[in-house]
């Protein structure tokens, strides 16, 4: 897909009743409009989110990309945020920007976000994309020392394999993680949802997208696994999938 080229749109800000800006970048078009939303410690400039956006500009289709508080471009203390407080900044920048339906595209921890805007916005909501979605992660990749860390110090340091600084989870974030569970019980999402996952995902176990298809209330659910995919999901092929998915909804 490397002959696809993003003519940037310029970064526009929303206002939270606090005074914090969010970022986005929004590209007008056909809708129904495409959303993205970012992982832990990313942004919407992410090879995924501009690949995406460059096919959205080619086919003028509408596409939303944001930064959550504390992240990219937006204001705001990145150890503030919570899925709460990120989904807030999601469901804002949404209202303030677009009329009509939408289309979730969730990478990682966006994956999870995805399901709690979508559960908050109801019909507006005409499909899901998730890729290497990462519900529940405060349950599942979190064991007795994690939880005892942030019991005691409020935070734990996590080194990054992808170039970024020491990841860093509050005692707040997992908090709000623990309160937003998914895959305890059926999630009430009716669109359709495609779920994109690599089967060498060394961060996001595949299982979690099987677990994640059979929770969904939705009977119109595929599980795309790919068997060399690593968690980033950035190669040409990975990308032309991604785009296909999308296209076809």
């Not at 299982?207 to 994640?212: G, N, T």
Request: proline share 4%.
């Amino acid at each position: 897909m490397g002959d696809l080229t993003l003519v940037e749109p310029p970064v526009q800000f929303l206002n939270r009743p606090d005074g914090t800006r969010l970022a986005y970048r929004h590209l007008r078009g056909e809708g129904p409009t495409i959303v993205f939303l970012p992982g832990y410690m990313s942004d919407m400039q992410g090879g995924k989110a501009q690949a995406l956006a460059a096919w959205a500009q080619t086919q003028n289709r509408a596409m939303l990309r944001l930064d959550y508080s504390g992240c990219g471009e937006s204001d705001g203390e990145f150890e503030s945020g919570t899925l709460d407080v990120w989904r807030d900044d999601v469901c804002a920048v949404i209202a303030a920007v677009v009329t009509g339906p939408i289309i979730l595209v969730g990478s990682s921890m966006g994956g999870w976000l995805m399901l709690l805007v979508a559960q908050a916005l109801g019909g507006q909501v005409r499909a899901l994309v998730g890729i290497a979605a990462a519900p529940d992660f405060t349950d599942w990749d979190f064991d007795a020392a994690d939880k005892a860390a942030l019991l005691d110090k409020g935070r734990i340091e996590r080194p990054s394999d992808y170039g970024y600084d020491a990841m860093v989870i509050t005692q707040d974030f997992w908090t709000s993680g623990q309160d937003n569970l998914q895959l305890t019980d059926r999630v009430a999402i009716h669109c359709p949802v495609r779920l994109i996952h690599g089967q060498q995902d060394p961060d996001v176990p595949w299982e979690i997208s099987l677990k994640l298809a059979a929770c969904l209330c939705s009977a119109d659910v595929q599980t795309l696994l790919i068997k060399d995919g690593d968690h980033r999901l950035s190669r040409d092929q990975d990308i032309a999938l991604l785009i296909d998915v999308v296209a076809k909804l």
